[in-house]
């Protein structure tokens, strides 16, 4: 596709399950980032791909939270036992290293 | 620490009243400064990249300037469609690659 793609759009559940997230980054983009947004909140940085380099998982809040990306394309975004603090929108970008990232339109992930 | 500040928080024009929006960073080195549009439920669309202090960048109604401290959005004669949150993002120097974000300016254009 010409753009970065996310699904599921929307997601809903229960305080203890688990949930993945899943990113399709623009085709040829060697970087891929997953940032965090709450409510009335910046943009939270969580972990950063680039290329066949070790992730950066600097911004990851908790080890509940863990992120792959296979065969330096698709990437999916893991969160274990979910709490209700996790609820936000989480949103993927890519890029060419050194240019202004392309963001997907997010999964808006609720933990009732 | 590194760090990105938007001002103001939230800014309401009349269509056609031209203004501008201010980001600065402290930094120990710049590699690069981004302008992103956010709209209400939906991802960061990307406008702008900087990289050094002089350069500007223009896009119809917007322009965006670097100097070494700061970096402005001008919006000349703003029409409600530009009605958006406008983020602003910095890529630090010394290794790492991840845009920090600042947490971005509310612009209401009213007819």
């Known amino acids: 596709g010409a753009g970065v793609s996310q699904s599921p759009s929307n997601k809903v559940t229960e305080k203890g399950k688990d949930v993945e997230l899943r990113c399709d980054p623009i085709?040829?983009?060697?970087?891929l980032y997953w940032y965090r947004q709450s409510l009335g909140q910046g943009l939270e940085f969580l972990i950063y791909f680039q290329g066949n380099s070790a992730p950066d998982k600097s911004g990851l809040p908790s080890d509940r939270f863990s992120a792959e990306r296979t065969g330096g394309s698709v990437s999916t975004l893991t969160i274990q036992r979910t709490q209700q603090e996790d609820s936000a929108v989480y949103l993927c970008?890519?890029?060419?290293?050194?240019?202004?990232?392309?963001f997907g339109q997010g999964t808006r992930l609720t933990v009732v | 620490e590194d760090q990105v500040t938007q001002s103001p928080e939230a800014l309401r024009l009349q269509e056609g009243e031209s203004s501008s929006l201010n980001c600065s960073y402290t930094?120990?080195?710049?590699?690069?400064l981004f302008w992103y549009r956010q709209d209400p439920g939906k991802g960061p669309e990307f406008l702008f990249t900087l990289y050094s202090a002089g350069e500007e960048k223009e896009k119809e109604r917007l322009k965006a300037t670097l100097t070494k401290k700061e970096s402005f959005l001008h919006i000349t004669a703003p029409k409600p469609e530009d009605s958006a949150t406008y983020l602003c993002a910095v890529q630090f120097s010394g290794g790492s690659y991840i845009p920090t974000f600042g947490r971005g300016t509310s612009l209401i254009v009213h007819p």
């Open positions: 085709s040829g983009h060697t970087a």
């Open positions: 970008a890519s890029s060419p290293p050194d240019r202004g990232a392309f």
């Open positions: 930094v120990s080195g710049l590699r690069g």
